[in-house]
């Protein structure tokens, strides 16, 4: 995959978030709740998956022991965080070459399990 096309998915990737918090913050009605928390966890499982590759991408460490976090963030706070995330990704894939893209890194999963991908992979 080029550089070129992972900007065109992740240009994607950001817009269909944007929809999809929409969506889901629209869901107010309390017979609803239970599904909107899902929603919520699993909107915010992508987001620390998203934070974790970001991090083995500029070699830092990323503090995460599993792929969610105990408790469920508000969906608003969660909705930045995403799209900050998003722009990042979106900047990262702009600039970078084909030859980067095919670097592995070596790292560990949040149970301790070793990995390697390359970037783009990641």
Same mark, same amino acid.
């Given at each position: 995959?080029?550089?070129? /096309?992972?900007?065109?998915? &992740?240009?994607?990737?950001? #817009?269909?978030?944007?929809?999809?918090?929409?969506?889901?913050?629209?869901?107010?009605?309390? $017979?609803?709740? @239970?599904?909107? %928390?899902?929603?919520?966890?699993?909107?915010?499982?992508?987001? /620390?998956?998203?934070?974790? &590759?970001?991090?083995?991408?500029?070699?830092?460490?990323?503090?995460?022991? @599993?792929?969610?976090?105990?408790?469920?963030? +508000?969906?608003?706070?969660?909705? !930045?965080?995403?799209?900050?995330?998003?722009? #990042?990704?979106?900047?990262?894939? @702009?600039?970078?070459? +084909?030859?980067?893209? @095919? %670097?592995? /890194?070596? &790292?560990? !999963?949040? $149970?301790? $399990?070793?990995?390697?991908?390359?970037?783009?992979?990641?």
């Amino acid at each position: 995959m080029t550089q070129k /096309i992972l900007s065109t998915l &992740f240009a994607q990737k950001s #817009w269909t978030n944007r929809e999809l918090f929409d969506a889901v913050a629209s869901v107010t009605d309390e $017979d609803h709740a @239970a599904a909107r %928390e899902t929603a919520t966890r699993t909107l915010n499982h992508i987001y /620390i998956v998203d934070q974790i &590759f970001r991090a083995h991408l500029t070699g830092e460490k990323h503090g995460y022991t @599993a792929t969610n976090t105990p408790e469920t963030p +508000d969906l608003g706070e969660l909705h !930045f965080a995403v799209a900050e995330t998003d722009g #990042w990704f979106e900047k990262y894939v @702009a600039t970078v070459s +084909d030859a980067t893209l @095919a %670097e592995k /890194i070596s &790292f560990q !999963f949040t $149970d301790g $399990d070793s990995g390697t991908m390359t970037r783009e992979e990641m």
